[in-house]
């Protein structure tokens, strides 16, 4: 089992930047892949952006161009840092892990708020 503890949520004016990080504790070594997904009220949740073990990313529509995900893996913990958010933005942020038994695992979310 992983256990998930995500920061850096918060309010932000549109333009800004924020960094999430997650870093995992646990079942270190059935990781295959961390990233981030978002959801609104009312909407599916979202990938973000993901990298694996080895280094590979994907990004999602959504914010592809105004984010990067980078892990520290000395650290088990990955970063997400956006830029030029916008109000459209503003979700719930999840960190996500995907396991090689492709079992996934969520944290508890963290709220991302753009708004002037």
């Known amino acids: 089992q992983v256990q998930l503890v995500e920061s850096g949520g918060g309010l932000v004016q549109p333009g800004g930047s924020l960094r999430l990080s997650c870093t995992a504790s646990?079942?270190?070594?059935?990781?295959?892949?961390m990233g981030w997904y978002r959801q609104d009220p009312g909407k599916q949740r979202e990938l973000v952006a993901l990298?694996?073990?080895?280094?590979?990313?994907a990004y999602g529509n959504s914010m592809k161009g105004r984010c990067t995900i980078s892990r520290d893996n000395a650290k088990n913990t990955v970063y997400l840092q956006m830029n030029s958010l916008k109000p459209e933005d503003t979700a719930v942020y999840y960190c996500?892990?995907?396991?090689?038994?492709?079992?996934?695992?969520w944290g508890q979310g963290t709220q991302v708020t753009v708004s002037s």
């Open positions: 996500n892990v995907q396991h090689f038994s492709n079992i996934q695992s």
């Open positions: 646990g079942s270190i070594s059935s990781i295959y892949a």
């Open positions: 990298i694996t073990i080895n280094g590979g990313t």
